[in-house]
């Protein structure tokens, strides 16, 4: 048994109101399942989901879990990626940054890695993947100097991560992926050139260009608002678009420093303790 499946095991909190089951449509006992596994009962663990939903062995492979278990789970990554939307994006050598980086452990990405994107997170899922075993990882950037601060980047190469600037991908394959080169032109909008198109061989694509919040966390309550990028709306205190809920950090910021987000969240509590003694006063 893979030593990841008993780590991701002991992650489970085993919640007293287990999100994880409102998220399952046929509402699998998941923590129970969960704590007899650890405790070594394996056979009744599996009869009691089998009685739950016989199909669960093709669930478990099938299912789209982000959306549902995994998805409501209250240690879920804030974070959902964001997408290249081309095709073969969907195939099984495609892989998330975000998610790459929460258990690298539990994948085989192969020899050749293709990293799509440059900031600070490519620069962690390029170096970790190196580390891991494989052997010939390209980071890939649309712009000519990454987003990633210089010594992020020199470390990456000090590494062995290899880089290539102005080329973006137009088409994932099973095998690999399409890049073509790309402009920027002088309204600041990426120009592609198609007809530079070619071929770049690669076990495993993973895509790391930033990511935005869950749904699930920030659209919940209709009365909190997102901007476009689906980050919340706040004021200069930190307030949301509903009355007595602050918020802070990534959520509205967008992937930053943890230190940033400790400077905002530390303003945003003066604000919060302002609020609730001026709530106090007008009940007393």
Not at 181 to 203: C, L, N, Q, S, Y
């Amino acid at each position: 048994m893979g030593l990841h499946a008993i780590d991701e095991a002991k992650r489970c909190l085993n919640c007293k109101k287990p999100r994880c089951r409102e998220g399952c449509p046929i509402n699998t006992p998941i923590p129970q399942m969960i704590q007899m596994f650890l405790g070594g009962e394996m056979s009744d663990a599996a009869e009691m989901v089998f009685e739950n939903n016989p199909l669960s062995v093709i669930c478990s492979l099938v299912c789209d879990h982000e959306k549902q278990c995994e998805g409501h789970c209250v240690k879920g990554g804030t974070w959902r990626p964001y997408r290249l939307n081309i095709p073969g994006e969907t195939f099984g050598n495609v892989h998330y940054g975000i998610n790459y980086l929460n258990n690298p452990d539990v994948y085989d990405l192969g020899e050749r890695v293709v990293v799509i994107g440059a900031g600070k997170a490519a620069m962690d899922v390029a170096r970790t993947a190196i580390r891991k075993g494989s052997q010939y990882v390209t980071v890939y950037s649309v712009t000519e100097v990454p987003g990633a601060s210089p010594k992020e980047v020199e470390y990456a190469m000090i590494d062995g991560v290899q880089f290539e600037f102005l080329q973006t991908a137009i088409e994932i394959k099973d095998d690999g992926r399409m890049v073509c080169d790309v402009e920027w032109g002088e309204d600041g909008k990426m120009i592609r050139h198609e007809e530079t198109a070619r071929f770049v061989p690669a076990d495993s694509v993973i895509i790391s260009i930033s990511q935005g919040p869950q749904d699930r966390l920030v659209n919940r309550d209709k009365e909190l608002k997102v901007d476009s990028r689906g980050l919340l709306k706040t004021d200069e205190k930190g307030e949301t678009t509903m009355e007595g809920i602050f918020a802070s950090g990534d959520v509205v910021t967008g992937a930053k420093t943890v230190v940033e987000a400790v400077k905002c969240s530390k303003m945003i509590a003066d604000a919060m303790d302002e609020y609730v003694q001026k709530k106090k006063n007008v009940l007393n």
